[in-house]
């Protein structure tokens, strides 16, 4: 346990002494912290078996739909983000161009300007916040996958500075609008995702230097 010459039975104990005076163990069994702990594990396991019901019902009802399996080829999208998808925004070839999307998202950008007052552009946050969500979400999900577009780009853009965390969060709100053009790119051209695929996007992007909300924007 310890390299040098140092009484291991005393460092026990200091160890224990300041377990025993703090709010971590030793906690007896039967107390009531330990039951409180139990009670939220059992809701949390809970909840996980809800989420997997919820899955597996929206697998059932959506698998031979085709924008459902191609929605699902890209990661970190699974079942319950295709059903948000489609509860909220329903068939997107009503979206002419990815950009009328990301707005209907809330995932375009907009300046706001008082008189001689131009501010920085910033996420307009007007449009459909359940799907913001899902799309965070999913995002924080590919950027953990390995070897995908979403996560080479969020570690393109944190790799100045890897322990910045307002740069991660921007860097995924990136990501978010990245995901979000990409599901509407492959439902609106019909074509299966392709890793780096993106869609053609001649125009503007939104870009990590114009996200400046990060996750509160998104959320």
Known sequence: MVGRKV???RLLGDIYETAASSIGLPVALDSAAISMFRIVIAEGRSRVRQRDL???????????????????????????????????AGDLRRFGHHRKFLKFCGLDLATYQSGQFRGHAKLSKFGNARLRRAFWIAAQV????PDNSFRAKYERYIARDRDNTDLKRKAVTAITAKMARTAHAIIKSG???RPFFEGSMPSRRTSLSKCREG???IL
């Open 7 to 9: 009484s291991e039975a």
């Open 142 to 145: 590919a950027i953990r996958q």
């Open 191 to 193: 074509a299966d995702y």
């Open 54 to 88: 919820i899955e597996a019902q929206a697998h059932a009802a959506l698998a031979s739909n085709p924008d459902y399996q191609r929605l699902r080829q890209i990661p970190g999208i699974g079942p319950i983000t295709v059903l948000t998808v489609f509860a909220e």
């Open 215 to 217: 996750a509160s924007a």
